[in-house]
């Protein structure tokens, strides 16, 4: 990626969110979990991704979202050298929900004045430093945009009026799949969740911040992501490895 102009180059924060339960991981959070490793540098799942985005010299801030008294629970899941870095890595507590949480995110990042934000699954530790970097080039040029693959498999469209029976036959070439991070304008991001906050009191809720930008801003551009920048979602994800 070429390098940002020192004079106008834009404050990039992230977000990394780790607030969830990790419902079905047997009781486990995820998280906080060690990464199987070969080389004896062992890191938890928080500390992977944290130290792959605090390697990025363009990235500024980087705010972690916790659940309520687990602040210094995470802080100690990260190497040392980051965990010491308080004005840097922050910590913040989560919502009711990921939208909730990424909300709350933006609220504490306000304050910092960030030109943009990149917002990431805690539970995705096998991010790529080049990824991020392409993230971050994209995001400078469209204000929107995520990293996205090709479906493997053909989609069906369940009908759930009828239980059992597929409703439509999706064709896979024009569908995929949304990775993190999810790179945004922090102006635009923030006044979408702001609406998205207003929707979720109504009780809906969005999937991911690329639908509450889509609803409220504009387009999503779409850069190819990376099939290693797997989410852990079971037990089985961390102990299958790399």
């Given at each position: ?24 991981m ?10 199987p490793?070969?080389d ?16 990025c010299?363009?990235?500024g801030?980087?705010?972690?979202t916790?659940p ?17 870095k ?15 949480s ?61 239980p059992?029976?597929?409703?439509r ?13 999810q790179?945004?304008?922090f102006?635009e ?54």
């Amino acid at each position: 990626m070429p390098a940002l102009n020192p004079v106008n180059k834009p404050n990039i924060a992230v977000i990394i969110c780790a607030a969830g339960f990790s419902n079905r991981m047997s009781g486990q959070k995820k998280e906080y979990l060690p990464l199987p490793s070969s080389d004896g540098n062992q890191l938890t799942v928080l500390g992977a991704a944290v130290t792959t985005f605090a390697s990025c010299q363009d990235i500024g801030s980087i705010l972690i979202t916790v659940p309520a008294g687990e602040e210094e629970t995470a802080r100690s899941c990260l190497p040392e050298e980051l965990a010491e870095k308080q004005g840097r890595i922050i910590f913040t507590i989560g919502g009711s929900s990921r939208q909730a949480s990424v909300y709350n995110a933006l609220l504490r990042l306000k304050e910092l004045e960030p030109s943009h934000v990149l917002i990431h699954d805690g539970a995705r530790p096998w991010i790529k430093k080049s990824l991020i970097e392409e993230i971050i080039d994209a995001t400078l040029k469209h204000g929107a945009v995520i990293p996205v693959l090709p479906l493997v498999e053909t989609p069906k469209e369940l009908n759930n009026d009828d239980p059992g029976f597929i409703k439509r036959h999706l064709r896979r070439d024009s569908l995929c799949t949304a990775q993190t991070p999810q790179g945004f304008s922090f102006p635009e991001i923030l006044k979408a969740h702001e609406k998205a906050a207003e929707r979720e009191r109504e009780g809906f809720i969005f999937t991911d911040d690329a639908e509450v930008w889509g609803e409220f801003i504009g387009r999503v551009a779409v850069i190819s992501g990376d099939p290693e920048n797997r989410k852990i979602t079971y037990i089985g994800d961390l102990e299958n490895g790399k």
